[in-house]
């Protein structure tokens, strides 16, 4: 099981944010990028446990015993979403700045680059990205509530 | 329209309504998700379920190509958002559950007046 | 002359500001706010005498997509009902500041009383047809504050409740015909449209687009019920005697002046647009029936009070009436007698209030002879008095003259039984002589001993019945003045000629001056058997209780409140199950008798024309769905759902969902892991399955699958169809508008970005409860 984890973890993250970054002209997007992402986690947390999320993967000091909610990597889950909303509500109000509607989307075609040729890049993307913090947010919080219990 | 996706449907929204109407939460919980499943697989047939080719994926092959005919994008949409709230709603419903069974010390949601 | 914008929305805004600022005002000056409402109702008085003889609409856009706008309508009518609510408002204010000073929560009572005057304003201007009805609604709110100032007795807050149940729902039958009026004004002015002044602008055309609708009828209907309602038409005149639990100078201003006018008013207003038979069939015979009803029950009143809102009631028949009748004879005599009523019906409420006050009682059995203690209420009393009951030379005269010659007009234009309305009319007009003479025999008289002390009524108080008196004195001697000032005008907006309106004292003798001769001879003549005949009345009315509107009216209220509890019961009782079946059988039941009345329930089978894959896949989902059902214990089940899951996700691949597909299997994998990590939690459960519910459940299920089914057969289109015009668009436009291939994306993104971010904070509501019901469960939790 650790074996695993430790060889598909990596491999499903990449994949997430190809997926993430793709996902405009590919299938993929925020949705599925933020859900395989959530997968990845679950398979650490699955092997390994919270603390380890916590002590082995982010490097942080764990303090045992102490509530859920007190959880550092939760909270951390609670704030992704958060942050997603915000990215979401601001890259909608962005459009404001420039006259047009709520959300309204454009998107450059900027040419000229090695290897790649040429790149599109969408402001849809912000909002993706938002969408894609918020599932990752949202998913990884229930599941580490619900799995401390 | 297919009589076989007719009675997919309408199997997985009967056998979901009896789920709902069990006394065991835990089978409740299912059937809120058998049903949600039923409803997508409802949305996709409204969009229209034709033999898969290569054309028919909502995905165009470049920019300035024509468009190929497509099954409706829309349904698709709809049902990708539809996944992930069921799954939001389902933990929740789970979430309730579990609280549930703490504070009546009972899954039979008869009892719990 | 077009009229003033900045003057109009002041005059009506005015109130409502100042309605906020009464409780800061009445820190700071106490009782005496009253006058500061004074001084509010005579700026509003001074701004819409401005308008005075301008005539248009004016306007600001306020949902222009809806054609909805904060527009203002003025004319001769707007101004004249404008004029008299502020006018009586300013003396009733004056009034209150002295009757009132001994009562607790006058800032509420003034601030409702302010923003009451507003909204009598706003409906006087409004030029809107949806404002018409916002601030319609906001007097009956006003008035449900105003008649239950009393918040501790039980009458005044059963009266109160009457009143808001009679006059919203009225207000709602409003609702519905100005919704057939805008649906008329689709194809009379071009556009829909809420638009009064371009409805009035355009009558005949309003007028056979109606018709041709088939609405003229319901709307005529609509309205009257309406205007009945608000203005205590038989047989919705029940609240309005109930009404007087009121303080009295709310009675004064509610019940005489202005609220119960508001009908009387929209009436007078629609009459051009909806004018015809069927409008005087309607009006003239609900209005006389009402003149009828009102008077012989103020006959056998016992209350001051109770005579004066029986009264109300008959005198508004009498307004109604006039405007029913489609002779110009009509408009004079409900404008004018909407003017000469508002003046002596004020006074009059005023005087009782003053009787009351100084005397301690308002029964008529025991008083007489209040002329020596109050001599200037005497006097107050016996010229509105006397105009109330239509003796030369008083000002009520005169409209109820016109009202006589409209009744023998119509008659005489249309013979036989049109009779009936210049009878009723006299008939009435007796009644009122009588009862007038009943109100003013405790004036006259020898004072009996049971009357220990009348105190002195203060100046303040006596004042405003003055200036009422006096003004009625003024009408009663130079009637020709007040018309040629604002009534004429306002005759000319509700009459569709233009009017020439003479009156004065008779000169020689016409039918409508023999009928007034025979009123007032009939009334004095039966005076002297006054018991006789109110024994009679009484008799008629008791012995028909269920033909009392008001019986109706308790048995309804009863019967609902019994009848809610028990189906809360039913509906409400606390399991699931019970919910369940509700919803879903009320919903496949709607869906089936929808397809029984349109498209048949019987679907065109076209064979399986689905892949033998898909299918393969799909009954695997089936097959799982069975298994969940029937699962032994709950692990089994969940890895079955799991099952079901997977096959849905295959179904996705295979009916060209790629995106579908991936979350799908992401997302039911996280959903067995999270289901495995609850249920480890909870106990296995066997519950013993009863048979006979089991059965009871299985067809409300086959019932349920059944709707679906039929759904996708009758909904679902065929194979090899166009793609719908939606799904093209999108396909389409996500290059050239979105910039991505992948249409799905597009559409989440950028296409419909607002749904998708609603749904983000759906999950995100639902994380959040997960986090409360699980990780804060001990916080805050009170046992």
């Not at chain 3, 005002?25 to 706010?33: D, K, P, Q, S």
């Not at chain 3, 149940?165 to 057939?180: C, D, E, N, P, Q």
């Not at chain 3, 409209?399 to 009779?419: I, Q, R, T, V």
Request: with cysteine.
């Amino acid at each position: 099981m650790k074996t695993t984890a430790r060889i598909m973890v990596p491999i499903i993250l990449v994949l997430a944010i190809s997926l993430l970054l793709q996902g405009h002209n590919l299938p993929g997007g925020g949705f599925i990028a933020g859900v395989l992402t959530t997968v990845a986690f679950a398979l650490v947390y699955v092997a390994y446990g919270l603390d380890y999320l916590d002590a082995g993967v982010l490097g942080r000091d764990v303090e045992p015993g102490r509530g859920i909610f007190e959880h550092r990597s939760v909270t951390a889950f609670r704030r992704t979403f958060i942050l997603g909303l915000a990215i979401a509500v601001a890259s909608g109000l962005g459009a404001l700045a420039f006259d047009e509607p709520f959300l309204s989307q454009t998107f450059v075609i900027v040419e000229s680059i090695p290897i790649y040729h040429e790149i599109e890049v969408a402001s849809a993307l912000a909002f993706d990205l938002g969408v894609y913090c918020v599932v990752v947010g949202v998913l990884l919080t229930i599941l580490s509530v619900v799995g401390a219990e | 329209m297919s009589v076989a996706l007719a009675f997919v449907v309408g199997g997985l929204f009967g056998l979901g309504t009896f789920l709902l109407l069990r006394r065991d939460l835990v089978r409740v919980v299912w059937g809120v998700a058998v049903v949600s499943q039923a409803a997508n697989v409802y949305l996709i047939s409204m969009g229209g379920v034709a033999p898969g080719t290569h054309d028919s994926v909502p995905v165009l092959a470049g920019h300035g190509e024509p468009v190929p005919e497509t099954t409706d994008p829309l349904v698709q949409a709809l049902v990708l958002t539809a996944i992930v709230i069921s799954f939001g709603t389902t933990a929740f419903a789970l979430a309730l559950t579990y609280r549930a069974y703490e504070e009546n010390e009972t899954m039979d949601v008869q009892e719990w007046q | 002359m077009a009229p003033e914008l900045a003057l109009v929305a002041t005059a009506v805004a005015l109130p409502f500001v100042a309605s906020g600022a009464t409780p800061l005002v009445y820190r700071l000056v106490g009782a005496r706010t009253g006058y500061f409402g004074a001084a509010v109702a005579i700026a509003c008085f001074a701004l819409a005498g401005s308008q005075l003889g301008r005539r248009g609409a004016v306007g600001v856009p306020w949902v222009p997509s809806m054609d909805v706008s904060l527009r203002f309508y003025v004319d001769g009518w707007a101004v004249l009902f404008a004029l008299l609510a502020s006018a009586i408002g300013a003396l009733v204010f004056v009034y209150s500041a002295s009757y009132m000073a001994d009562e607790h929560t006058l800032a509420r009572y003034y601030a409702t009383l302010l923003a009451f005057m507003g909204s009598i304003l706003g409906v006087a201007f409004a030029a809107d047809l949806l404002a018409v009805f916002l601030f319609w609604e906001l007097t009956s709110l006003c008035s449900f504050v105003l008649i239950g100032h009393h918040t501790d007795e039980a009458d005044s807050r059963y009266a109160a409740r009457m009143a808001m149940i009679v006059t919203v729902g009225g207000g709602l039958f409003l609702l519905v015909g100005i919704a057939f009026l805008s649906i008329a004004a689709t194809e009379a002015l071009g556009a829909r449209s809420f638009d009064l002044a371009a409805m009035l602008a355009n009558a005949d055309a309003m007028e056979s687009s109606l018709r041709e609708l088939g609405l003229f009828v319901p709307t005529l209907a609509v309205v009257a019920v309406a205007a009945g309602a608000k203005s205590a038409q038989v047989p919705l005149h029940f609240w309005l005697p109930n009404a007087m639990a009121a303080p009295t100078p709310v009675s004064a201003f509610l019940h005489s002046a202005t609220m119960v006018k508001v009908g009387v008013y929209f009436v007078g207003r629609l009459r051009p647009l909806l004018g015809g038979d069927e409008w005087m069939v309607l009006f003239a015979t609900v209005g006389l029936a009402t003149m009828t009803a009102g008077a012989a029950l103020a006959v056998v009143a016992t209350d001051i009070k109770e005579l004066l809102a029986y009264s109300t009631a008959s005198h508004l028949g009498l307004m109604v009436a006039g405007f029913g009748f489609q002779s110009v004879y009509g408009a004079e005599a409900g404008a004018f007698h909407l003017f000469n009523h508002a003046l002596f019906k004020a006074a009059l409420f005023l005087v009782a209030g003053i009787v009351a006050h100084e005397v301690g009682t308002r029964r008529l059995a025991g008083l007489s002879g209040l002329w020596r203690d109050l001599p200037v209420t005497a006097a107050v009393a016996g010229v509105t008095g006397l105009s109330m009951a239509g003796i030369p030379p008083f000002s009520g005269f005169y409209s109820k003259e016109l009202l006589f010659e409209a009744a023998y007009e119509a008659a005489h234009a249309a013979g036989g039984l049109a009779w009936l309305y210049p009878a009723v009319a006299v008939f009435a007009s007796v009644l009122t002589v009588l009862y007038s003479l009943r109100l003013l025999a405790i004036f006259v008289g020898e004072r009996p001993g049971a009357v220990a002390s009348v105190h002195r009524p203060s100046a303040a108080l006596v004042a405003p019945p003055a200036v009422l008196g006096v003004a009625t004195a003024v009408v009663s001697v130079a009637p020709q003045l007040a018309v040629d000032a604002v009534v004429e005008a306002a005759i000319g907006a509700t009459a569709a000629e233009s009017p020439d309106v003479h009156v004065g004292l008779p000169t020689h003798l016409t039918p409508p001056v023999a009928m007034s001769a025979v009123t007032i001879v009939a009334g004095a003549a039966a005076y002297p058997v006054l018991g006789r005949l109110q024994r009679a009345i009484g008799a008629v009315v008791g012995a028909t209780p269920i033909a009392r509107p008001n019986w109706w009216y308790d048995r309804l209220l009863s019967g609902t409140e019994a009848a809610g509890p028990r189906v809360a019961r039913t509906v409400h009782n606390g399991l699931l199950r019970t919910y369940v079946v509700w919803v879903l059988a009320a919903a496949s039941a709607l869906a089936l008798a929808g397809y029984a009345a349109t498209t048949g329930l019987v679907p065109a089978v076209e064979g399986v024309r689905v892949t033998p894959g898909i299918t393969l896949v799909l009954l695997v989902a089936v097959v799982a769905a069975v298994a969940v059902v029937s699962a032994p214990s709950h692990v089994v089940g969940v890895l079955a759902l799991s099952i079901l899951g997977f096959m849905v996700a295959i179904f996705y691949i295979l009916a060209s969902a790629p995106d579908l597909a991936l979350t799908q299997l992401v997302v039911e994998t996280l959903v067995l892991l999270i289901f495995l990590l609850v249920l480890e939690q909870l106990p296995a459960f066997y519950a013993d399955t009863d048979r006979l519910v089991a059965a009871r459940d299985a067809v409300l299920s086959v019932v349920v699958g059944a709707t679906a089914f039929l759904t996708v057969m009758l909904a679902s289109p065929d194979i090899g169809a166009e793609p719908t015009a939606i799904a093209r668009f999108y396909a389409t436009e996500a290059v050239p508008a979105g910039g991505g291939t992948n249409v799905v994306n597009v559409i989440l993104v950028d296409f419909r970005g607002f749904d998708t971010l609603g749904e983000l904070f759906v999950v995100s509501i639902a994380a959040m409860s997960v986090v409360v019901l699980i990780a804060m469960r001990n916080r805050g939790e009170t046992r």
